[in-house]
């Protein structure tokens, strides 16, 4: 496709633009070495693909300094120059209302644009157009890629690029980022042919004040002069975000001044915001009709798929069928990886480390009892968070995320959150560490901090197999029940938790929910698997350090030894420092019926994910030898490991078909129904102490993957706060479970 | 604005009904993002449906559909399309 030829700008009202100073900055653009290029556009525009088409594998993504908003750049060669690309964040417009918004507004004053390129959707001109008109008012040159233009045609909608670029003065090029269609040539058209576009002229008392405040920020060197018109415009518009950033800055006269103007317009019976809303529309409007002749609008595959996904009866169904599916295919597709890798893949590495490090004892212990269970865990998680993250991915990019918003908002309002909380909370059913990151779609920083601080007490997969051999053990012909109301009771406290929050120290801020419900689209796939491969390796790279750390700990006070006459690393739990740490602590669980070292003992590794409780309990009431890693061959590794490997694919193929089939709660409680664990936890526990247990690793803390990615969210204060609160919570929980328990059971 | 007799308020208003936009109130929380969306005098809008648990609402304003509460739609106040689809 091609990029139409900026023709000199048609203007159908009075040109502001210098076509001097036009010229010399097309100029220094091309002999500019390292240009930057801000990418802009709308939601949904299908930005993020085109970038990636684009920019490909030179697309790094970090976070932007100090909050959690991904920030996407590229150093691209091309020729001589090196292109500096930044892809901002998806706004509707320069007056920002999310955390995102206000990243692109700060970049485009603060980044030093050498040209701006707006990714426009094709099939929705007129909206995307209101960001456009605003753009160029910045007097920085720009370039239109005019997305998604197969979607538009499919609508019955052609738009024609070259009236386009007739029409706002700047080039346009046609592309379909799924298909990389026009975008080898994007950014030679972006470079070469950008131009500082027209500028829309609103009413006259609007454009005297304007240009009286554009005449005071001449001398503020502060206020970056290609930002002028639009930093006037603003300030008569009244942007909240704006005025605080002007008055940190110390530019209250030039508020005062805006004030002023603000005040005299509207005794005049003009309100700014309105008068300059109203005129970009009047002219996107304008645009629109002469670049896309009038069609007759089909019926568009979106609106039959939102009568049945939006239907008053089939919807909830539907929208619960599709959780109930994403669940499956982590427990069928995610878990035979996730026992690779936690056994037979550790197995295999702790007998070379075990045969490799004979001469160094307790090199090996280390190496045997730390580093490999600790970087064995971080793994471990990994191949649930990748078919979580690609899941998620999936719901976000093909559009449905945003329905499921609209179909579940009704029930989230009690707590003042919107329909857009309910999804990290069904993912945490899942996994809570993807779930602390999908917070990120909720506009307000208060309601991401709420929803992370009850995630936890959504009941992730990791606490099944505690909940299925407890059952397995007390309550054998009652287990479906016993897990079900754990579920059950983790989303009671958690709601309960968070309208206390809200009562207390989170109230909800602000009121009024909307959401765009964009149209279906069917993601691509490289993209969906660049994204959750980048969030998955993200959160590998940041877990590891918290939870190895974890893991030495235990392990360091596993190996102390408490009594004399024994040799660091050789005593037996009950002996060593973990043991008559976890002896101190135990009588603050007598009340809720489980007050003995080994109970206690096994919640403290349970810190480091749940399920490793299990493990724990076996270690210390069957005495069996924390594992004692045999010296291991390297060719008996390679077979177990390759033995292993091709097992976890065959168990995760082999399971595929059942994913359509209704998932069986308790089926696997009679199977571990005769395990020596069962038989001595029957024997260690009473039903009442059991289901207190069970109630307090519910509920007690999240695991550290989960703290680490708090911390990475929300700082270091709310993640601890959450673990205090919720080890409070669950001792209470379990303290009434017991109490009342024991006189029942 | 002068009231008119026609004017209701956008919430009112049952699925498959259409209107043109009045004016916004000027206290409404979501004011400045609803007009940089295009709820500006005289711009058309169409209730699809309700959410099956009666509220959002899913309304078409131009090419783009958008979720409102009915409490912030209480806010807009509308002059329904005779006979509007």
Known sequence: MTASPPPSPRLPTAPRVDEVACAATVARLRAHREPRVLVVGNPNTGKSTLINAVAGTHLKVGNWSGVTVEKREAHLKRGEQTIHLLDLPGAYSLSPHTPEELITRTALLDEAPDVLLNVVDAGNLERNLYLTLQLLEFRVPLTIALNLVDEARNKGLEVDAGALSAQLGVPVVETVGVKSLGTAGLLDATLSGAQVGAVLRYP????????????????????????????????????????????????????????????????????????????????????????????????????????????????????????????????????????????????????????????????????????IPGVGTVLSFLPTLLVLYLAMSFLEDSGYMARAAFLADRSMRGLGLDGRAFIPLILGFGCNVPAVYATRTLERKSDRVLVSMILPFMSCSARLPVYVIFSAALFPHAGAWIVWSMYVLGMAVAFAFAWVLRKTSLPAEGSGVLLELPPYRFPAWKVMWTHAARRTASFAKRARTTVLATVAVVWVLLSIPAVSGQAFGEVAPAQSLFGRVSQAISPVFAPLGFGNWQATGALVPGFIAKEVVVGTLGQIYLGEEAK????????????????????????????????????????DSSAEQKTPLAAALARAFTPAAGLAYLVFVLLYTPCVATIGAMQAEHGRRVAWLTVAYEMGIAWVAGLIVYQIARHFL | MIGFMGDVTLDTLKPGAAAHVVALDARHPLRRRLLELGFIRGARVEVMRFAPLGDPVHLRLGRTDLALRAADLHGVTVRAVQGGV
């Open chain 1, 204 to 371: 006259d008392a609007i454009e005297a004040a304007a240009a009286e405040l554009e005449g005071r920020m001449v001398n503020l060197s502060t206020l970056p002069p290609h930002a002028h018109r639009y930093l006037a415009l603003s300030l008569l518009e009244g942007d909240p975000s704006l005025r605080g950033r002007l008055s940190a800055t110390g530019h209250t006269d030039l508020l005062d001044a805006a004030d002023a103007h603000r005040a005299a317009l509207e005794l005049a019976g003009l309100d700014p915001l309105i008068e300059i809303a109203e005129a970009r529309y009047a002219r996107a409007g304008e645009i629109a009709r002469l670049a896309v002749p009038q069609a007759e609008l089909k019926l568009t595959l979106t609106e039959k798929l939102d009568k049945l996904a939006l239907h008053p009866w089939l919807g909830i169904p539907i929208f619960l069928a599709l959780v109930l599916t994403v669940f499956r295919l982590t427990f069928t597709v995610a878990a035979p990886f996730v026992d690779l890798i936690g056994g037979p893949l550790q197995d295999v590495a702790s007998g070379w480390a075990a045969g490799l490090l004979g001469w160094a004892p307790l090199l090996k212990d280390i190496v045997v009892g730390a580093i």
């Open chain 1, 628 to 667: 004692r890693a045999a010296p291991l061959g390297f060719a008996q590794g390679v077979e177990q490991t390759a033995l292993a490997t091709w097992n976890a694919v065959k168990t995760s193929v082999q399971a595929l078909p059942t994913l359509i089939a209704l998932p069986s709660f308790g089926a």
